[in-house]
């Protein structure tokens, strides 16, 4: 791959695409970063950005390099708060608080897919389908620059104006436990043993598919109760309705496992809340 070349690629396209102000943040972040190519076939990750500026590849795609870029083009260091931004993603460095890493992903892949096309599944699916909601929600000018600004708070305040400030933070934590329950799976895969009894093994994945499925039906309700608080009084509330069911109706997956929604009944429970 000439790095070189896709990296031009990606600073010529997204001039076309950003606002100036937001094209100069991304100028600015590719300038710093460097590339290095690790060989690993067991990572479970493709590609990884380190703030400091550093991309490790672990697979040779451009997909891969352009979604790297991305988390690149948006990141950056908070040296008085000691907070690192990147995109939506803010992790305190002493605190050991992160918030916004599913989110975070779920954007990164939005703009990969628009911008530079899909190479099979990133492994961030439900995180996009959500991530695209909120974009329907708050518009793309707006939501495509709190990214590059990584104004998670600028975010949060745009999401206030359609739901409660509560319900928000539990929304995006909420999008974190995809990443989470991933990871969570693999560990408890690997304490399994031969002699673990199949009862005790099903138990596990029961309870996990019970617990996707609450989190699911929690990010459509905030989806719904979000999308109807604005399209009050909108004179074309039907059509624009119906355009969100569509999008809304989509299955997801997890862990192998379709699950699918009626979302015409989660709607229909649902009144104007703020
Ligand atoms: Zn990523």
């Not at 979604?67 to 995109?87: I, M, P, Q, R, T």
């Not at 809304?248 to 709607?267: A, G, H, K, V, W």
Request: net charge negative; charged share 25%.
């Amino acid at each position: 791959m000439n790095y070189e070349q896709l990296i031009q690629n990606f600073l010529s396209i997204m001039a076309n695409e950003l606002s100036p102000n937001d094209f100069e943040i991304v100028k600015q972040n590719i300038r710093k970063i460097s590339i290095k190519f690790l060989e690993k076939e067991s990572m479970s990750t493709s590609g990884l950005y380190n703030p400091n500026g550093l991309i490790t590849l672990h697979r040779k795609d451009e997909v891969t390099f352009y979604h790297e870029l991305f988390h690149a083009s948006s990141s950056y260091y908070d040296e008085n708060k000691l907070v690192l931004n990147s995109g939506f993603h803010h992790q305190h460095i002493n605190e050991k608080k992160d918030i916004g890493r599913g989110f975070n992903e779920g954007y990164t892949e939005l703009l990969t897919q628009r911008y530079f096309g899909k190479n099979g599944d990133s492994g961030y699916s439900n995180e996009l389908h959500y991530a695209k909601l909120i974009e329907h929600l708050i518009g793309k000018e707006q939501m495509q620059s709190f990214y590059f600004k990584s104004s998670l708070d600028d975010l949060i305040t745009e999401m206030c104006k359609y739901n409660s400030l509560e319900n928000v933070l539990k929304f995006i934590e909420n999008m974190d436990k995809f990443i989470i329950l991933t990871e969570l799976k693999e560990n408890k895969i690997h304490s399994f043993s031969e002699n673990t009894p199949f009862t005790e093994y099903s138990k596990w994945f029961d309870e996990l598919n019970e617990y996707v499925n609450q989190t699911y039906n929690e990010l459509n309700q905030f989806i719904i109760e979000s999308h109807l608080n604005k399209l009050y009084n909108d004179s074309d509330y039907e059509k624009k309705k119906a355009e969100l069911m569509a999008m809304m109706s989509t299955p997801l997956s997890f862990n192998f496992r379709e699950y699918s929604f009626n979302i015409d009944l989660q709607m229909s429970g649902n009144n104007r809340t703020i």
